[in-house]
Each structure stands twice: as C-alpha cells, then as structure tokens.
C-alpha cells in the first residue's frame, strides 16, 4: 500500500529545510514527481507526468481536463493515483482559486471512474492567497476556513463558467518554510468507488 499523503508531507519538510527549490508550477509539479519516484523506487509503480487520461482507458470528452498533472500506478493499472499541483505566482486570486477548484472536480471524476486516490496538492508564497481581508464568496474556503462545496462560479469575466463540487472540502494551510501549501484528498462522486490507496487525516 503506498502512502502519498505521508510522502508529500516528507516532501514539503525538504522544501522547509531548504533541500528543494521551489519557484513555480513546474519546479513544484517535476520535484515532486521526481521525489516520488525515489520514495516507490523498491516497489513496482511507475511516477510519470502530463498522462492523458485515455491512456487509463478513460474517454476524454467525460472529463473537466485532458491530462494529469501526475500520476503513480501500477505495471498493470489496477492501482492508479493521481495528483494535481498549483502554485499561483502572479496574483489574479479569484482565477487562481476557481482553476483549484477545477481541478478538484477532476479529481472527483477520475476517483469516480476507479482511480483508487486523487490528491490536489497547492503551494503558495503570496499571504494573500491565504489570507486577507476579503473572506466572502470564492475567498472563504482559501482565506476564511470555510467548506469548499457545491457550485462554483467563475468570479471574474463573463461568469459564464462553473464547476460542481460533490464533496466537501477544508483547506488547512501548512507551513513549509517561505511558502504554505496544502493538500486536499478527492472524494467520488459516488459510494460505489475502489478503496483508497493512501492513508491520511487530510479533507
């Protein structure tokens, strides 16, 4: 059984003592694939990027997104996991938090469709990604404590685009030196999904 959760957490605590650089989303989504590739060296899954997901025999027009951003599965994918990383450098806030939220529904959908776990993984170093004065509609589950849940909308633009959400979701910000991050679990959208593959007291 692999634990990903507990590997990300080891993760971040190098990214605390300074022994991993992270600087944007592709340092954070290669550093981590690589540090998961040498955690599951002696074991038989493969940690590789950017998989679409017809490769796992999934029909791509059923899904919010195309590829993923990690994936960890076994020689003969009766184990799969995925992972989705952001790191959000150059303010716009309210986008960045919708395209989380996007990528949580995927998830959801790709644990619903038999992924065994669906980790989203987010790095921040700007406080007010996580904090700050405005705490009200898109900004509360980031900023406020409140659940993630329900209908999104996108909080700028046309608002002509949203995403459900099934689950319920709490972000809990850890620290990890100059930076927070946070790692929240997907949930199916339904009761009749595998079993998890990781164990964790994550949301």
Same mark, same amino acid.
């Given at each position: 059984?692999? @634990?990903?959760?507990?590997?990300?957490?080891?993760?971040?605590?190098?990214?605390?003592?300074?022994? =991993?650089?992270?600087?944007?989303? /592709?340092?954070?989504?290669?550093?981590?694939?690589?540090?998961?590739?040498?955690?599951?060296?002696?074991? +038989? *899954? &493969?940690?590789?990027?950017?998989?679409?997901?017809?490769?796992?025999?999934?029909?791509?027009?059923?899904?919010? &997104?195309?590829?993923?951003?990690?994936?960890?599965?076994?020689?003969?994918?009766?184990?799969?996991?995925? =992972?989705?990383?952001?790191?959000?450098?150059?303010?716009?806030?309210?986008?960045?938090?919708?395209?989380? /939220?996007?990528?949580?529904?995927?998830?959801?959908?790709?644990?619903?469709?038999?992924?065994?776990?669906?980790?989203?993984?987010?790095?921040? @170093?700007?406080?007010?990604?996580?904090?700050?004065?405005?705490?009200?509609?898109?900004?509360?589950?980031?900023?406020?404590?409140?659940?993630?849940?329900?209908? =999104?909308?996108?909080?700028?633009?046309?608002? @002509?685009? +949203?995403?459900?959400?099934?689950?319920? *979701?709490?972000?809990?910000?850890?620290?990890?030196?100059?930076?927070?991050?946070?790692?929240?679990?997907?949930?199916?959208?339904?009761?009749?999904? /595998?079993?998890?593959? =990781?164990?964790?007291?994550?949301?």
């Amino acid at each position: 059984m692999l @634990d990903v959760a507990t590997q990300i957490e080891r993760f971040f605590h190098h990214v605390a003592s300074g022994d =991993i650089d992270l600087y944007n989303e /592709c340092s954070l989504q290669y550093e981590l694939a690589v540090f998961l590739r040498r955690s599951f060296v002696s074991s +038989s *899954y &493969k940690v590789q990027f950017e998989r679409p997901v017809a490769f796992f025999g999934l029909r791509r027009s059923e899904f919010i &997104k195309n590829e993923i951003d990690i994936t960890v599965f076994s020689s003969d994918q009766t184990a799969r996991i995925a =992972i989705e990383v952001k790191f959000p450098r150059n303010g716009q806030y309210p986008e960045q938090m919708f395209r989380f /939220c996007q990528d949580v529904a995927f998830l959801e959908q790709l644990v619903s469709a038999g992924f065994n776990a669906g980790l989203f993984v987010v790095a921040a @170093d700007d406080p007010l990604f996580y904090s700050g004065g405005q705490q009200s509609g898109i900004y509360g589950p980031f900023r406020g404590n409140h659940p993630l849940t329900g209908t =999104i909308t996108k909080p700028t633009g046309k608002r @002509d685009e +949203s995403v459900h959400l099934r689950g319920e *979701y709490n972000i809990v910000w850890r620290d990890a030196g100059q930076l927070k991050y946070a790692c929240v679990r997907a949930k199916p959208l339904h009761q009749n999904s /595998c079993p998890t593959l =990781i164990s964790s007291q994550l949301s």
